[in-house]
């Protein structure tokens, strides 16, 4: 099948087309074929029957007695033979026959068959015996053959009718026979109208069922598609316009329904995003998410506890699209709330995983790092088995490895006492925070953009944290070029700029 596939259009209006012609071919070859064979069949019919009318007349237009004494050797068998040939020639013409289409027969006492009055003198040559023939020498009835190969003639049919003297006695049989290439030759005529017909009949039905598909299917199918491809690129301002009245009418509003609904849950989740980012306590902070789909599974937030504190965090429920979203939302309101009580980052994350714990069902988890940046300097974070994250002081990159894992993976034992850690932060310092979709989007090749690009473009002191998210970005897209995301994208960077 994907070998077919190579040779069959794209067009899905020339596929139908095809099979419509395919279908009607089919039929038109399903009445030709047996129509052939029972025209044929009945063409022999007519033949058969043809002759047997010509043979049972023409026998009783001879002279018995007369064609016997034309068999058999003396003083009367020339006129015999030249008065019974005149016979025959009238029969030849009136009937429009060959000069070598009618013969007599007469069989000797050994039942051996002879040819007797034709064409041609050959009273005395040995003629193949037909099975047909017996019976019109014996039961005096006219017989025919079925269509059979002459080796001079071709295929042929032969009528044989008894001829009998004044006496009533059979003295010899009638063969009339036809070739059948005239008569197959106005069959071939017929079958070659037929085919004609046939081919104009396929020749308009293919200009009626181009217009009828196009016009019932093909033109509502491209407005649900140009409808499904706008709603891929997230473009939820399309509306497919259809009036069909039919079910194709109702997936087009279904259709519309859907960017309705994915562009407000869209609106809602872009409402959580930050409008603005905190740059107090001595930090600068950039960040910038990127859903795959209408919404996102990623999360990111930065946002003042006091005068001299700011939360951030960067998160990633498992998957992506409208189920993962709602998840995020339910998180980052409990989150807030959770971080306005004043609670380490540690007992946050506790407190957090034990309220989404019944809501994460089916697999489900939640990575997460969030941490509280001081004006003295001091970064406190939990990692919930998230990354990639790294901090870059004094020139050296350093991975910021978990603590606990993921919220929502069950019962786990705690390694140790305290599942938070403190870095001091220097001017110049930096702390990088971004979701997996980032360090695992492919390109063509299936290669990974990867930690170390990421790095790389970190340690660069040379530009700011805008400039690091912006960097990013781009390298991230000159990465996969064609290639569509597969996961969502969330960046979060930090200066630390006194």
Not at 120 to 125: R, V
Not at 335 to 346: F, G, N, Y
Request: charged content about 25%.
């Amino acid at each position: 099948m994907p070998a077919l596939q190579r040779f069959l259009p794209r067009s899905l209006s020339i596929k139908l087309l095809i099979i419509f012609e395919l279908v009607l071919l089919i039929a038109i070859l399903a009445l030709l074929i047996p129509v052939r064979s029972k025209m044929r069949e009945q063409i022999v019919v007519d033949m058969q029957n043809e002759l047997r009318g010509i043979a049972g007349t023409a026998a009783l237009q001879l002279d018995g007695d007369l064609v016997a004494a034309a068999q058999h050797e003396g003083p009367q068998q020339t006129e015999a033979i030249a008065r019974t040939r005149d016979v025959l020639e009238q029969i030849r013409i009136r009937d429009t026959l060959r000069p070598d289409n009618i013969y007599t027969f007469r069989r000797d006492d050994k039942g051996n068959i002879f040819r007797g009055v034709g064409p041609e003198n050959a009273i005395k040559q040995r003629a193949e015996a037909r099975n047909e023939m017996l019976p019109a020498f014996t039961l005096g009835i006219v017989t025919t053959t079925d269509l059979f190969n002459d080796p001079q003639a071709g295929e042929t049919i032969s009528a044989y009718a008894p001829i009998r003297n004044r006496a009533g006695q059979i003295v010899s049989i009638l063969e009339v026979n036809h070739q059948s290439d005239e008569y197959f030759s106005r069959y071939r005529l017929l079958m070659i109208f037929f085919v004609i017909v046939g081919l104009i009949a396929l020749g308009i039905s293919s200009i009626v069922g181009w217009v009828v598909l196009n016009l019932l299917v093909i033109h509502p199918i491209s407005k649900l598609k140009e409808g499904m491809v706008a709603l891929a690129q997230q473009d939820f301002r399309h509306r497919v316009k259809l009036h069909t009245g039919d079910e194709f009418e109702e997936l087009g509003t279904t259709l519309n329904k859907m960017s309705e609904q994915l562009n407000v849950a869209r609106a809602v989740q872009r409402s959580f995003i930050p409008k603005t980012l905190p740059n107090q306590s001595g930090y600068h902070i950039a960040a910038a998410t990127e859903p795959c789909e209408a919404t996102a599974g990623d999360y990111f937030d930065a946002f003042a506890l006091d005068a001299n504190r700011i939360a951030v965090l960067v998160a990633d429920v498992t998957g992506h699209g409208l189920g993962p979203s709602l998840l995020m939302s339910a998180c980052r309101s409990a989150l807030r709330a959770l971080s306005m009580a004043d609670l380490s980052p540690q007992d946050v994350i506790e407190r957090l995983d034990k309220l989404m714990r019944g809501d994460l069902t089916d697999g489900r988890f939640i990575t997460m790092i969030f941490g509280v940046l001081e004006s003295g300097g001091d970064f406190t974070f939990t990692n919930a088995g998230h990354g990639p994250a790294m901090v870059v002081s004094n020139g050296r990159c350093k991975t910021l490895g978990p603590h606990r894992p993921p919220l929502g993976v069950g019962d786990w034992r705690e390694d140790g006492d305290t599942l938070q850690s403190t870095i001091h932060l220097k001017h110049g310092d930096r702390v990088f925070l971004c979701s997996d979709g980032v360090s695992e989007a492919m390109n063509a090749n299936h290669e990974q953009f990867g930690v170390e690009r990421i790095a790389k473009v970190v340690c660069d002191h040379a530009i700011d944290s805008d400039s690091v998210v912006e960097k990013i970005r781009e390298e991230l897209k000159h990465h996969c070029g064609t290639s569509s995301m597969k996961d969502d994208v969330t960046i979060l960077c930090v200066d630390r700029v006194t």
